[in-house]
């Protein structure tokens, strides 16, 4: 994963831009991922100052993923925007989640954790089958007829209208 890793102590201040592939094994470097294939595109451009950088990431591509609803797998597109401040001289630690400190006695930056932070960040919260052009989702229909025949009604329950009586009388 030496791609990922910037030299900057010899680089002159100003805009530097870099192009990263991201594919499958890229994420294989990870525990944990569940991204089974992908193509993605990922855009920095470095503003390297003189005790500060400013990495500015777009990415763009899509992803193949399980589908929440489904589970089945399904492509996802991918596009956002993402910024990271690298500040030296400190303890490595990181500041807040756009700002990260690192010893002046360092000479690389690795971008491939933020990198992959990132690009996780781009899936939307909930991963579901996109709908086709009528309209009608693209999960596996069988999966949602079992779902749909297992939704369990709200059933009545008579020991809660005494208390629910209670709420209401106090209004």
């Not at 400013?54 to 763009?60: R, T, W, Y």
């Not at 939704?151 to 629910?164: N, T």
Request: hydrophobic share 35%.
């Amino acid at each position: 994963m030496n791609e990922f890793v910037i030299p900057f102590s010899g680089l002159k201040n100003g805009l530097h831009s870099y192009e990263f592939e991201i594919n499958k094994q890229f994420f294989e470097h990870f525990d944990y991922s569940e991204i089974s294939r992908c193509n993605i595109k990922v855009d920095v451009e470095l503003d390297k100052q003189e005790r500060m950088m400013v990495f500015n990431f777009l990415i763009k591509g899509e992803a193949t993923v399980q589908c929440d609803r489904c589970s089945g797998l399904y492509d996802q597109e991918l596009s956002s925007k993402k910024r990271l401040i690298v500040k030296t001289g400190g303890e490595e630690e990181e500041e807040t989640e756009e700002i990260v400190n690192i010893p002046e006695k360092d000479f690389k930056f690795d971008l491939a954790p933020f990198i992959y932070e990132f690009v996780i960040l781009s899936f939307p919260v909930k991963r579901v089958h996109p709908e086709n052009k009528n309209g009608k989702s693209q999960c596996d229909p069988e999966v949602l007829k079992i779902l749909n025949d297992n939704i369990v009604e709200e059933s009545h329950d008579p020991r809660w209208d005494a208390l629910k009586k209670l709420k209401t009388d106090n209004k």
